[in-house]
Structures are given as C-alpha cells and as structure tokens.
C-alpha cells in the first residue's frame, strides 16, 4: 500500500508543477522582441504579438437558415461509400 501512496504523491506532485504563470510575458534574459515589421514604426509589445489577428480567428462565413425554408438539392451532399 505504501507504494501506491508514493505514486499518487509523485502523480500528484507532476500534476502541480505544470501550472504555469500567469504574469506578463517577458522575453528572457539577453534577448529581445522581434524587429517591427517592415513598414512599421515601432516594436509590437508582447500582449501584441500574443492577441490573435483577425485573419487568425475569421468570422463565421456560411449562412445558417435563419427562417424555416426549403433546403436547395446540393448534388455534392452524398451518402458516405461503405
């Protein structure tokens, strides 16, 4: 019984040391942000880079029905072979 308390004790332990910080990003000692981009004037800051752009999180582009309305025969809508 004592070997499996010191498995669950090490799980456990393994389990707490991946939390991570949650403070502000820095970049580690002796380096730097990435260079602006080109055309650009200054440095994006870290909140910057790490904020998604939009390109990285699109809209939703398909049309749901929204009224209650005959579906269009889609002749690509095909049963699965098998």
């Known amino acids: 019984m004592t070997k499996y308390r010191k498995i669950v004790a090490f799980a ?5 040391s991946a939390c991570g910080n949650r403070g502000d990003l820095v ?3 002796g380096e730097s942000l990435p260079p602006p ?3 650009e004037a200054e ?5 910057e880079l790490m ?5 990285a999180q699109p809209e939703r582009s398909d049309e749901l ?4 309305e005959t579906r269009q025969d ?7 072979t098998g």
Request: proline content about 16%; aromatic content about 6%; cysteine-free.
């Open 65 to 68: 029905l929204r009224r209650s």
């Open 12 to 16: 456990a332990l393994m389990i707490l």
């Open 51 to 55: 904020t998604p752009s939009s390109q």
């Open 27 to 29: 970049p580690a000692k």
């Open 37 to 39: 981009a080109y055309g």
């Open 43 to 47: 440095k994006p800051t870290a909140q």
């Open 74 to 80: 889609d002749k690509f809508d095909l049963p699965p």
